[in-house]
């Protein structure tokens, strides 16, 4: 399946994330990134993900809260997503 099929299966669900930086406390070395959504919207985010390998166009794939992509993503997004494939 390609990036584009994978949108296309999911267009017109309101299917969107919340990705933040999490605060770092005294117990944490490095901040954590939040990505937040239903089980479906996390679903969606799993096939874009392993569409990219076989993605016969794409190599990388990238959304974000300011971006293009931004209607997968809540108000309160405060991250974009960046997902390279390196072979």
């Known amino acids: ?3 584009n099929a994978v949108i296309e299966k ?3 669900r ?5 990705t933040r930086i999490l605060e770092v406390d005294e117990d ?7 990505i937040e959504g239903s089980a479906d919207t996390l679903r ?3 096939e874009l993900i392993l569409a990219l390998p076989d993605d016969n166009i794409a190599r990388d794939f990238q ?3 300011n ?10 997004s405060t991250i974009g997503i960046y997902i390279n494939c390196v072979d």
Request: glycine share 8%.
């Open 1 to 3: 399946m390609t990036i």
């Open 10 to 12: 999911y267009d017109g």
């Open 14 to 18: 309101d299917l969107r994330l919340k």
């Open 28 to 34: 944490s070395i490095h901040p954590y990134v939040l």
């Open 44 to 46: 969606k985010l799993a």
């Open 63 to 65: 959304m974000g809260p």
């Open 67 to 76: 971006a293009p992509g931004c209607a997968h993503f809540t108000k309160d």
